[in-house]
């Protein structure tokens, strides 16, 4: 059972450049969700989503995009990336109980 | 959903309980406590949740005051293992679906 699969787990961009983060979930869950951790703070939401083909905002979404076409696939898209952009960032999945997260992705933006 | 409030830090003896509180002044009748934690940079971990009555499982025990507007974690015999940042969140199960984390409390468990 891998649960909660975000890939890549590592990436350095360069400013300007787009990248899109996976985060894949086989436990049929609902809800999914998007969050940055910078250094020495907790996880703030950029977006989530409560089922295939809807999205909706979090906390911090400027920057970043998502699109959940399918249940199990919820994707983190930047666009042109910024140097405020290098953070970790975690995906999660959740029906009605508690939340299951991945192991996070480190993206550097230089 | 409603906001938590968590002390920033907390010290604790190996062997010890550790006794972390969290205030949720603002909770509604249908939303639950959950607590997770988060060791170093790995994904937060689900310890335990609670509605009103108070609750145990393998790692740990959920004490949610009368009123419900306060809640304590309780880690019964704590290990150097759970060093960790403990975040408290209160959300509905059938809610808008956002779930916000705060600054969560950073326990030290020292030897």
């Known amino acids: 059972n891998a649960g909660v699969t975000q890939t890549p787990k590592f990436r350095v961009l360069k400013t300007g450049q787009s990248m899109t983060l996976l985060c894949a979930q086989d436990?049929?869950?609902?809800?999914m969700y998007w969050y940055r951790q910078d250094p020495g703070m907790g996880l703030r939401l950029i977006h989530y989503?409560?089922?295939?083909?809807?999205?909706a905002k979090g906390e911090v979404p400027d920057g970043y995009n998502v699109s959940r076409l399918k249940k199990q696939n919820f994707l983190l898209g930047l666009e042109s990336a910024a140097p405020s952009q290098t953070s970790v960032y975690f995906c999660a999945s959740r029906n009605r109980a508690e939340a299951f997260f991945g192991q996070g992705t480190r993206l550097t933006v230089v | 959903d409603a906001k938590t409030t968590q002390p920033p830090s907390m010290d604790c003896a190996e062997g010890r309980a550790a006794n972390l509180p969290c205030n949720h002044s603002t909770i509604s009748g249908n939303e639950y406590v959950y607590w997770y934690r988060q060791i170093h940079s790995q994904g937060p971990q689900y310890i335990i949740h609670?509605?009103?009555n108070n609750e145990t499982n393998e790692m740990a025990s959920l004490i949610i005051t009368e009123d419900r507007k306060s809640s304590t974690l309780i880690l019964p015999h704590a290990t150097l293992r759970d060093t960790a940042v403990y975040y408290c969140?209160?959300?509905?199960?059938?809610?808008?679906?956002?779930?916000?984390f705060g600054q969560g409390t950073t326990l030290q468990v020292k030897p």
């Open positions: 969140i209160v959300h509905g199960s059938g809610n808008t679906g956002k779930l916000i």
């Open positions: 609670g509605l009103k």
């Open positions: 989503s409560v089922g295939e083909g809807t999205t």
């Open positions: 436990m049929n869950h609902e809800y």
